[in-house]
């Protein structure tokens, strides 16, 4: 927020309290997901939607809000919110902004939609709009994931928000406050639905992270000119700093895998290049590519097509993975615990061998804490479903 308030000190200070939401935001911004991408692009965005002044300075700003949309669609709860203040501020010349983003980021989606058959609107919309909520989180989130998480940089946020006076600080004021809307409730609808995580805060972290130096900054101004407590109530603002860093503390140990971790992966990739024939590995796919072999579904994906309820796809999806199951198709299925389809799993395949003798390598740092468990082969007691019976073969699969 160096731009805002002409302060470099202030501008590190939200800074490191957007570096300090690591760990409270999933530690999720080092890892081969779309979070980052999405979060650069839309940061960038709204840098422009609120310092542009040039046609061609907003159009780049709707340029970039497109691409954050088509890298996490949860972009569009932001965008909206931010056209509409654009309108209300800027009125005609909001239109460059809102018209790039009309045509290449909702523009595009017809477009996606039929070079994917359908497909697209299916797991951009249809399977978040019919996927399970989790109702704790409609009160959960706002008591554990923002007033519990950054109480001073909201509060200080809150502050900066009601304080402005002069006209361009209005004006700021309502560009912010619209964004602030549209970043929590991307915030809340990605925490709400069955398998979000706490990735999902990361739009509202780094938004609280500036508006909360900014608020910092707005009291240290005015409390500067007041005698004789100002100086005594400044000393305050940077405990309470202070304070909402401690809040946020995590040990960086934590999130870092150990010698010992990889070199179980290591072992645990080589074991599975000399596996036989395909490889199904649900839980992560990424293992079977480093060894070679191809990747399937993965676990989470299933699961997204089976919590949307009953459905054509859905039904296919399943009938599919059991025929594979039933006709012994992978040489080899390696499982976490527990698992999808484990009682088809058992009835064709039986367990060989664990995947470590170590009870303490390889376990996931961020996300769900789960490792490879078990290898399973093929049961020789029990022969493979017919592959000539075509009446068990899935039906065709197609959007809906």
Known sequence: MRRETGSRFYGLVAAALFAATFRVSGAWLDLARPDSLFLALLLAGLYLARFGSSALALATGGLLFALSFH??????????????????????RALPFIGTFTVLGLG??????SIHHGWYNYYVFFLPAHGTLITPFLWKFWLNDLLLTVPVAGTLAAVWLVRQRDGIDRRARSFYSFALAGVIAAAWSGRL???????????ACA??????????????????????AGGRVTAVVYVALIFQFGRLWYNPATLV???EDARAGKELVAALAGLPGELFMPHHGYLPTLAGKQ?????????????????????????????????????????????????????NYDV????????????????????????????????PFPAAD??????ESRAE
């Not at 595009?108 to 939609?113: E, H, K, Y």
């Not at 398998?195 to 999902?200: D, L, Q």
Request: aromatic share 8%; glycine share 6%; hydrophobic share 45%.
């Open 207 to 228: 938004a609280f992270a500036a508006l909360g130096a900014t608020g910092a900054w707005v009291l240290a101004r005015e409390l500067k000119t007041t005698k004789p």
């Open 295 to 347: 990747s399937y579904a993965h676990q989470m994906a299933i699961c997204d097509v089976l919590n949307a309820g009953p459905s054509q796809a859905g039904g296919a999806l399943v009938s599919e993975i059991v025929d594979a199951f039933e006709r012994r198709r992978f040489g080899a299925i390696v499982l976490d615990h527990p698992c999808m389809f484990q009682d088809a799993v058992l009835a």
């Open 352 to 383: 060989r061998s664990r995947t470590f003798n170590n009870a303490d390598v390889f376990w996931t740092r961020s996300g769900a804490r789960t490792r490879p468990e078990l290898i399973l082969v093929p049961r020789t007691d029990v022969p």
């Open 193 to 203: 639905h069955h398998g979000g995580y706490s990735n999902a805060l990361l739009p």
């Open 108 to 113: 595009a989606m017809p477009v996606l939609n």
């Open 257 to 259: 895998p150990s010698r």
């Open 71 to 92: 890298a996490k669609q949860t972009a569009l709860f932001i965008v909206l919110p931010v056209m509409a203040g654009l309108l209300a501020l800027r009125r005609l």
């Open 390 to 395: 075509t009446n068990r073969r899935p039906p």
